[in-house]
């Protein structure tokens, strides 16, 4: 029996050294080829957004913004400044690019050839040096007309040293520009990747207050909170008082924290006789937990049956 | 989505008058408009920094596509470098955003003006930014620029920006002074001769009976400014036209902070209407001139000005539903009921 145990002890112990070991080797080996990758995910954004580029841009644009790329620093910031001299305005078809050491991706859905010019010259600073590599991005900050401040913000998923950025980010939230504020929100991972709860909801509820639609917001989902969906829920009562309304998508937002307050806000969505409001609440209401929101389900199923299409998602009420 | 034009009329205000009150109303109001109707104008010298939103209403509602910010001084002496530049970064972001909400395409013309030259320290720090500035989009042009006091200060900064505007190949849009304008007005255009520039990239401000003949026959632009009491009223302006014809010649209100008035330009069209002036010669001084001139900067495309609502949409505006440019809701002024 002993014999038993001491071997037992031995098995684990070897499995133990044969687990640090492996792992410590894992660290020892992987690391070089961790920096080794990020060194070629760096380069690849600079590669990916010119191969768009050159799908879009004419040869002599082509010519024009290689030759800027190669210029010193104050070269590149003036390149930066002037490139709608050079580089038309013409959008661009959507694409996406997948963003380093994070699960999401740019999205950009409406570019223009000119902003992505100025993304590209903005991966052309020299990162060696942190803090002159802050002072030269945001004193373009600082001078930005709108159309700048537009491919600043759109670009800081791809920058160095991104999470230093994130004050930064939060200023275009507070803007009361739209462009500079859509930059941020729309189809830019940047806050789902590094706002703290505060200020991603508050990204959300400026949105929602600004009469945007929220659908175009990264990881809308996998942020959920607690506090967003009670806001959410005294955002709409705020409205409501007001003889005004809500758009339905942002019911969403509340799924994983249905409470009996929200429910009743559902009921409430119900008797709207709004079509797009009924499919909300029947939207949340499938997916919810909540024993009186399966209640409330049962209850007003002739009314979920008035939508006709049951299989209707959150989709349709993007818009 | 909330707040739509379809609520406000569901619910209408029992405030409103009687149809035969109203429609009188509106004549009273409205009436300049019968001669302009149909006209885009085009003002080339306006304050918005200063005005209120609704100003901005009221120019979309009067035909008027675009417009141009000078900088200028803010009523009161800036006390610091960061003011300068916030107020520079307002022309180029804020203002050009208020604007675009009402579909009216926004312009600017960036200096350093003859009042705060003589504050030489900060004016030296101003002259190192502006280049900066000078080859933002939309930048039209150097202004407002010139003199105002006369002094050896106003000059050197008024030559070193002449410098900068040759250098960047943009229009020159010079202030001249309230106090000794004839005088002030020459040297403007001799230092600018003198050194070297084409006066047909420059533009000579608020001029009068006294100076419109001197600054035309030297090849100069010339514009004039309709402001209550202390510059042109639109009746002289009328006059000036019919003498001079329209050619080089533009109108603009200068509005700002002062009592001024933002619908100068189409007010004065609608004059001119009534006193007989050729529609093609209106169309010169109130929208053609003012593009072509500040259009030699490269940065203004008319086609901008024309489908408004289109500015930019392509890559901005898709997919949201307000702060659209043109699209800003209406509300009822006469209505005492505000939702």
């Known amino acids: 029996m002993p014999d038993k145990i001491t071997g037992f002890k031995t098995l684990i112990t070897k499995i133990l050294v044969f687990y640090y070991t492996f792992s410590f080797s894992y660290v020892i080996f992987d690391k070089p080829q961790i920096l080794n990758t990020k060194n070629q995910r760096f380069m690849s954004y600079k590669q990916e957004i010119f191969d768009v580029f050159e799908n879009n841009a004419s040869p002599e644009e082509i010519e024009w913004l290689q030759k800027q790329a190669e210029k010193n620093t104050t070269g590149i910031k003036m390149a930066f400044v002037g490139a709608p001299r050079f580089i038309s305005k013409k959008g661009i078809s959507p694409f996406t690019i997948s963003v380093k050491e994070s699960n999401f991706d740019v999205s950009a859905a409406n570019w223009s050839l000119d902003q992505l010019a100025r993304i590209y010259l903005l991966l052309h600073f020299d990162p060696t040096d942190k803090d002159s590599y802050f002072s030269t991005i945001e004193s373009l900050f600082l001078s930005a007309d709108i159309n700048e401040a537009v491919a600043l913000y759109s670009a800081l998923p791809l920058l160095e040293y991104r999470k230093d950025w994130t004050f930064r980010a939060t200023e275009a939230v507070r803007t009361n520009i739209g462009e500079v504020f859509d930059a941020i929100a729309f189809g830019n991972p940047f806050p789902a990747i590094h706002f703290n709860k505060q200020a991603w909801n508050q990204l959300i509820l400026k949105c929602i207050f600004n009469e945007k639609s929220i659908h175009r917001i990264v990881g809308l989902d996998e942020r959920r909170n607690e506090k967003l969906a009670i806001s959410i829920s005294d955002f709409a009562h705020e409205r409501w008082a007001a003889n005004r309304t809500v758009p339905p998508l942002i019911w969403k937002l509340t799924i994983p924290y249905v409470n009996d307050q929200i429910v009743k806000d559902l009921d409430y969505l119900m008797k709207t006789g709004d079509n797009d409001n009924i499919l909300a609440a029947f939207l949340v209401l499938k997916a919810s937990t909540n024993s009186n929101g399966k209640a409330l389900l049962n209850k007003q199923k002739s009314k979920i049956e008035t939508l006709g299409d049951t299989q209707l998602t959150w989709k349709y009420l993007e818009k | ?339």
């Not at chain 2, 289109?310 to 009921?337: A, E, F, H």
Request: with cysteine.
């Open chain 2, 1 to 339: 989505m909330c707040q739509s034009g379809n609520e406000m009329r569901q619910n209408p205000s029992h405030f409103e008058g009687s149809p035969e009150e109203q429609q009188s109303a509106k004549k009273v109001e409205n009436n300049y408009r019968d001669y302009i109707k149909g006209m885009n104008f085009f003002d080339p010298h306006i304050h918005m920094t200063s005005r209120t939103t609704d100003d901005y209403q009221a120019l979309a509602d009067a035909g008027v596509r675009g417009i141009i910010e000078p900088a200028f001084w803010l009523g009161q002496p800036r006390t610091g470098l960061s003011t300068f530049q916030d107020y520079y970064n307002s022309l180029i972001g804020w203002e050009r955003f208020r604007s675009s909400q009402f579909g009216i395409k926004h312009y600017c013309t960036i200096g350093l003006n003859s009042r705060e030259a003589n504050n030489v320290p900060l004016a030296e720090q101003v002259m190192e930014i502006l280049p900066l500035y000078l080859y933002k989009e939309g930048v039209v042009g150097v202004g407002e620029i010139g003199f105002d006091d006369q002094t050896p200060e106003e000059e050197k900064f008024y030559r070193l920006q002449l410098e900068l505007a040759k250098e960047a190949r943009l229009p020159v849009q010079i202030h001249t002074p309230h106090r000794d304008k004839k005088k002030g007005t020459e040297r403007s255009m001799d230092i600018a001769l003198e050194m070297g520039l084409d006066p047909r990239m420059v533009i000579v401000d608020h001029n009068n009976e006294e100076t419109v003949e001197s600054v035309l026959d030297q090849g100069f632009w010339a514009a004039f400014t309709i402001y209550p009491f202390t510059k042109m009223g639109n009746e002289r302006m009328v006059e000036i036209v019919k003498k001079y014809g329209p050619e080089r010649i533009m109108v603009n209100s200068a509005a700002d902070w002062g009592i001024s008035d933002p619908l100068a330009v189409p007010k004065t069209a609608a004059l001119m209407t009534m006193k007989g002036i050729p529609a093609e010669h209106i169309k010169l001084v109130t929208y053609n001139n003012a593009i072509e001139a500040f259009g030699q900067s490269g940065q203004i495309n008319e086609s901008d000005l024309l489908e408004p609502v289109s500015i930019d949409q392509s890559k901005k505006y898709s997919g949201n539903t307000v702060l659209r440019g043109g699209q800003q809701p209406r509300i009822d002024k006469s209505s005492v009921i505000i939702k």
